[in-house]
């Protein structure tokens, strides 16, 4: 999970979002990927 995060971390760098709004989306994304993991079956 954290290198996915790391991965979109730096495509947001590149596309030139401030580091605030790239904490935002980093985020969401980190919640949706942890609920996922939390409703998958074991």
Do not use: F, K, Y
């Not at 971390?9 to 609920?35: E, F, M, T």
Request: glycine residues 2%; aromatic residues 0%; positive net charge.
């Amino acid at each position: 999970m954290v290198p996915n995060l790391e991965s979109l971390n730096s495509v947001l760098i590149h596309q030139g979002l401030p580091a605030r709004d790239r904490l935002q989306q980093l985020n969401a994304i980190a919640i949706v990927q942890v609920r996922s993991l939390v409703a998958a079956p074991a």
